[in-house]
């Protein structure tokens, strides 16, 4: 009896660090799509990249973090309705931790994008805890402080609104998210 114990024991662990090296494999590979889009620009390579990968992944987490990646892509071409439609894409129970809050406040930037206030400002003010929770994280901060500007507009709180862009506008040096402040239109 104590001999079956310890294979199942064994066996167990065996599964477990299986699992964490095909992980921790797909991690890294998932983190070198990025230069495609960062370093590369070429959003039609990332998404398709994207989009073979997800082919070889059955895990709900993996599949979210995926179709995040895609949506991504769409979103530097400016396709907001294709970088929603991926976002919508997601098993619900694929999301969890930061990744829900970045699924939300990606959602929430491609409503607001496409005209979709009403949606947009729902999306906000139901993660409202979750976003500010974030809102001085390195890189989702500053997304979640754009959607604040869109949505302090959407709510015709335009004073408010300007003010937050100006900070924003002096507290980034990042081009791309400069670039998309300069885009709004208040």
Not at 15 to 40: D, M, P, Y
Not at 85 to 106: M, W
Request: hydrophobic share 40%; glycine share 2%; aromatic share 10%.
């Amino acid at each position: 009896m104590n001999y079956i114990i310890q294979i199942i024991i064994l066996a167990i662990f065996l599964i477990l660090f299986i699992n964490w090296l095909s992980q921790k494999a797909f991690q890294k590979k998932l983190n070198s799509l990025q230069a495609i889009l960062i370093t590369e620009n070429n959003p039609d390579k990332y998404i398709e990249e994207n989009t073979k990968l997800l082919e070889t992944t059955k895990n709900l987490y993996n599949k979210s973090l995926i179709y995040i990646n895609i949506s991504a892509g769409h979103a530097v071409k400016k396709s907001y309705r294709k970088a929603k439609e991926a976002l919508k894409n997601i098993p619900e129970k694929g999301l969890r931790g930061i990744n829900r809050v970045v699924y939300f406040s990606n959602l929430a930037y491609y409503h607001f994008k496409l005209a979709e206030t009403k949606e947009a400002i729902k999306i906000v003010e139901d993660n409202k805890k979750e976003f500010d929770l974030y809102q001085n994280h390195s890189l989702l901060g500053k997304h979640i402080k754009l959607n604040q500007v869109y949505y302090l507009k959407a709510k015709k709180e335009l004073d408010t609104a300007r003010e937050l862009l100006g900070k924003l506008k002096t507290e980034y040096t990042d081009e791309k998210y400069l670039q998309e402040l300069s885009e709004v239109k208040l």
